[in-house]
Nanobody, 137 residues
Framework: QVQVMESGGGLVQAGESLTLSCTAS?????????????MGWFRQAPGKQREAISC????????FYADSVKGRFTISRDNINNRLFLRMSDLKPEDTGIYYC?????????????????????????WGQGTQVTVSS
């Protein structure tokens, strides 16, 4: 079973940047290679449902973003060190929420249309505990 854990959340002001990390473990015991795991970032704003915001294929060759973060957020991965990143720039108060990392052996955690994230697969295999991001105005 693959486990994932997020880090890097915090309190920032609007317009600032923040980078989240997600570290995967349990791959060796599961006989898996990180570059075969599809990864994504979700977030849950206060009082709202969790939403998918970005996904990346195992090789890192394809990335996908929701319209709400396109042009401001960048997803990337380090397949040597089993890590996923989300670089968030020009943060807005509406970006406040708990950010979750999702991993799946078979499917992208995001539902996509073209290169746009239009939904999330809440049945993805592994989820982290989340990291809080708060953006003050």
């Amino acid at each position: 079973q693959v486990q994932v854990m997020e880090s890097g959340g915090g309190l920032v002001q609007a317009g600032e940047s923040l980078t989240l990390s997600c570290t995967a473990s349990g791959l060796t015991a599961s006989g898996l290679s990180f570059d075969t795991i599809q990864m994504g970032w979700f977030r849950q704003a206060p009082g709202k449902q969790r939403e998918a915001i970005s996904c990346i294929t195992g090789s890192g060759g394809a990335t996908f973003y929701a319209d709400s973060v396109k042009g401001r957020f960048t997803i990337s991965r380090d397949n040597i060190n089993n890590r996923l990143f989300l670089r968030m720039s020009d943060l807005k108060p509406e970006d406040t929420g708990i950010y979750y990392c999702a991993a799946d052996r078979s499917y992208l955690p995001c539902i996509i249309k073209g290169r746009t994230v239009i939904g999330g697969r809440n049945d993805s295999g592994s989820w982290g505990q989340g990291t809080q991001v708060t953006v003050s105005s």
